[in-house]
């Protein structure tokens, strides 16, 4: 049985796939059987960041070509890759024949200790399927506001979804681990509060020059560059990891963990507060001309009937006036988290979050929470330009 872990984010380019790969690598080099599954839709990206240029893919896998087995790629320090493709889309609505041969070949891959997957980010039916059968997740974010924001709106919708997972915080290109300390308290203090789940901190990962070296010399960071601060991080990542040991729970037959993937993926989930429905096909009905005209003759009837009754049409009822975006401004406390002085980035980390802390109170909708928090930014940076 292996440990299977999923790394997400709410946000793109915050540093996931690259944290996916440089500690699935570090974990194969501590002797640790460890495979690495890219499961991003349509933007698969972990074997371009190694170099390598797959053959076969699990689209090949799923439409019966090729076996889990054939496709797999051989990284560095044993490291196995599944590359993955625009097939990963269709486990979205597989035929049965296909889910018992996926199964099937999952099933020959032989034991890891590690199975990691790194999804794409963001609030999509994939994701959610994925997170929700993990029993571990890695949540990467970054201390700039947006990643913040989205990586509370995919904490709102997992809930929402009844999560029963480990969730472990990675913060990446931190400028100190001081702004790093205070973003986690903070972030868990409003999650706790809010979304009544507990999350726990993984490591920090500060901004380094040497990753966008590496990510272009299409070599993994911790062996191109091996003693920069960033693959430090990401190695104590792995550290953790270890040490935080393995249980039953977080033990996982593979095939067990695909058979209630699909079966999520073809169950209704809840994202962004509404239901996503299976769509529904229906054949469209062709009118001749002589219904149409009797259907235009009966809407003629009915409004001329109408009228001798001196209905008056039923007003929509009136919207309630927007609040002005400079109201919004009075939720914010007079004391916000102290920060050092760091990059304009960043700035903005302890106040973001007090104003997510206060907006969740009263706000059903993820759409607002978050409308009303990037108002306010751009409040702030009119009154700067201002200055």
């Not at 996931?16 to 570090?26: A, C, F, P, R």
Request: overall charge neutral.
């Amino acid at each position: 049985m292996a440990r299977i872990i999923t790394v997400t984010s709410g946000k793109g380019g915050v540093g996931k796939t690259n944290i996916s790969v440089n500690m699935s690598l570090y974990l194969a080099s501590l002797g640790y059987s460890t495979c690495l599954f890219d499961a991003d839709m349509g933007l698969a990206n972990i074997d371009i960041l190694l170099g390598y240029y797959p053959e076969y893919t699990l689209e090949d896998v799923l439409s019966g070509k090729k076996s889990m087995k054939d496709i797999i790629i051989k990284g560095p320090s044993g490291l196995d890759i599944i590359p993955g493709s625009s097939g990963v889309k269709l486990l979205a609505d597989p035929e049965q024949g296909n889910i018992e041969y996926l199964v099937k070949s999952l099933s020959e891959l032989g034991e890891y200790d590690y199975f990691i997957f790194d999804t794409s980010a963001g609030i999509s039916k994939n994701v959610i399927s994925f997170c929700l059968t993990s029993p571990e997740i890695v949540l990467v974010m970054t201390p700039e506001p947006t990643s913040i924001t989205d990586a509370y709106a995919l904490l709102k919708i997992l809930c929402l979804n009844r999560i029963d997972s480990t969730v472990m915080v990675a913060i990446n290109q931190c400028m100190s681990m001081e702004v790093a300390y205070k973003l986690f308290a903070k972030f868990r203090e409003v999650v706790q509060k809010n979304l009544k789940m507990d999350i726990f901190p993984l490591g920090t990962i500060p901004l380094d020059p040497h990753v966008p070296k590496a990510v272009k010399e299409q070599e993994p960071l911790i062996t191109r560059y091996p003693l920069s601060d960033a693959a430090k991080g990401v190695k104590n990542l792995a550290r953790y990891l270890i040490s935080k040991g393995s249980t039953e729970l977080n033990n996982f037959e593979l095939k067990d963990f695909w058979q209630k993937c699909i079966e999520r993926l073809g169950s209704d989930l809840v994202l962004a507060g509404t239901k996503v429905q299976k769509p529904q096909t229906s054949t469209p009905v062709e009118l001749s001309i002589e219904q149409k005209k009797r259907l235009r003759e009966g809407e003629q009837a009915s409004a001329v009937k109408e009228a001798k009754e001196h209905k008056p049409p039923e007003k929509a009822p009136e919207k309630a006036p927007e609040k002005p975006a400079d109201k919004v401004t009075e939720i914010v406390p007079d004391i916000v988290i102290e920060k050092p002085s760091v990059t304009s980035d960043h700035l903005d980390t302890g106040s973001v979050l007090t104003i997510l802390d206060k907006l969740v109170k009263g706000i059903s909708s993820v759409s607002s929470e978050l409308a009303a928090i990037r108002r306010l930014m751009e409040d702030d940076r009119k009154r700067a330009a201002g200055r």
